[in-house]
């Protein structure tokens, strides 16, 4: 049942990003089109309630800094995360990440807390703490994907998981003593009120297909982009965005922009930790395993860097692998002669140890390089942690921005 429904999900993502063909896949997307209609009417609806302040906004008392997208999935979001997690926390901020935990699992034995004047804490007030900065709570299942990677790649950042990210934030406050809480995947969470909105968008799909869910992968039109004090334009490449900036000007004539380019800077063996420079992948041939949105441009890395991608496995995104996936994609790859099996770190984090590891598996660490706009991080990060002289600054900006 499992494999039917992973099937059908890997179907869909097909049908919304075209890859699927045929007269299946045309009907679906008409019906998905008109659904996506239904799905606008909604948003405007929403977000109409929160302006107009039928729908209350939480205010915990600190900074809630927004870290988000207007598309679902494929935009580098995580590793902006942790490269700014790190950045606050060597300014001395007490940061917790606030996440929702996409697919993960209830624990069978809910955790328990302990306040420091020695009251238990309420279970209906208990988010899943994966990281108390100190020490590791939970693994990836119980956690989620993302959360459970920035917890294992952030030494003193804390991680909290809850759908209620105001409760998460609450306790995160209280008990964690955190005094900046980073709202990952934040720009649709409106329950919280956001200090600061940093919204990234995709250099290669910046509007994602260009249609709303659930035809395309747009959560709110374009437009919205006006909510944000700084865009960050993602996977770059080196050539010039004026394009694109220009089209982002239209919805949001104020923000800063920034350009990062998000590439591989290592190899890292799955099981034993062990690093190889990605020199090492050069003319080997590879055997492709993920369970991620846009699994192309991952593949298309491994041949950038020179690897022979002679056998690949794709599953729905944040799929959990079970030993069975992996051992009959290892014996593909033994059977081919594959040097070397080579996933994502965000797929390496539910990869489960097969019986026999015939074939040595790694995944490819990525990270944030900043390519234009350091002074507007630089602002940036002085307006979180220390926002009225900063906040001086940013406006002066932008009257000198303004024509």
């Known amino acids: 049942m499992k494999e039917v429904v992973d099937e059908l999900e890997q179907w869909g993502a097909d049908v919304i990003f075209g890859r699927a063909k045929g007269f299946r896949a045309a009907l679906m997307r008409l019906f998905l ?24 906004r939480h205010h915990l008392g600190t ?3 927004s870290v988000g997208n207007l598309t679902v999935g494929g935009t580098g979001k995580t590793p902006v995360v942790e490269l700014l997690a790190r950045t606050l926390r060597g300014r001395g901020r007490r940061v917790a990440i606030l996440s929702r935990g996409y697919k993960s699992k209830k624990p069978e034995h809910p955790q328990s807390w302990t306040s420091r004047n020695g009251r238990s804490v309420p279970g ?3 988010p899943r703490v994966v990281s108390t900065g100190d020490e590791l709570m939970l693994d990836s ?10 917890a294992k790649n952030l030494d003193g950042v804390r991680v909290v998981v809850d759908k209620d990210r105001v409760k998460g934030g609450r306790f995160a406050v209280r008990e964690l003593e955190a005094d900046t809480l980073l709202l990952d995947d934040g720009m649709q969470y409106l329950d919280l009120a956001h200090t600061l909105d940093i919204v990234l968008v995709d250099s290669r799909a910046p509007f994602g297909t260009g249609w709303l869910l659930p035809r395309g992968t747009l959560r709110e ?4 982009l006006r909510r944000a004090g700084f865009i960050l334009i993602t996977k770059c490449d080196g050539s010039s965005n004026a394009d694109l900036i220009r089209r982002i000007r239209r919805h949001n004539r104020t923000a800063e922009i920034i350009e990062c380019a998000h590439g591989p800077v290592r190899l890292e063996n799955v099981f034993t930790g062990e690093t190889r420079p990605l020199e090492f992948l050069k003319d080997k041939w590879v055997g492709a395993i993920s369970a991620i949105a846009v699994p192309e441009a991952f593949e298309g890395s491994l041949r950038d860097l020179g690897a022979k991608v002679e056998i690949r496995r794709r599953f729905s995104d944040h799929h959990r692998f079970g030993k069975r996936d992996v ?7 033994v059977e081919r002669d594959m040097e070397m099996i080579v996933t994502t770190e965000k797929d390496a984090v539910r990869f489960p140890r097969p019986a026999s590891i015939d074939v040595p598996v790694y995944f490819l660490r990525i990270e944030v390089r900043l390519l234009s706009g ?30």
């Not at 609806?45 to 929160?50: A, G, K, S, T, V």
């Not at 039109?221 to 919205?224: E, H």
């Open 33 to 56: 089109g008109t659904m996506s209609g239904l799905f606008r009417l909604g948003v405007w609806l929403r977000l109409w309630r929160y302006r107009n302040d039928w729908k209350p």
């Open 63 to 65: 900074q809630v800094i």
């Open 124 to 126: 209906h007030e208990m």
């Open 141 to 150: 299942k119980y956690a989620g994907d993302e959360p459970y990677m920035l």
């Open 221 to 224: 039109p374009p437009r919205n």
């Open 327 to 333: 051992e009959r994609f290892m014996q593909r790859c």
């Open 374 to 403: 350091r002074d507007a991080w630089e602002r940036m990060i002085d307006h979180i942690c220390d926002p009225q002289p900063a906040l001086d600054g940013i406006l002066r900006h932008r009257e000198a921005y303004r024509p």
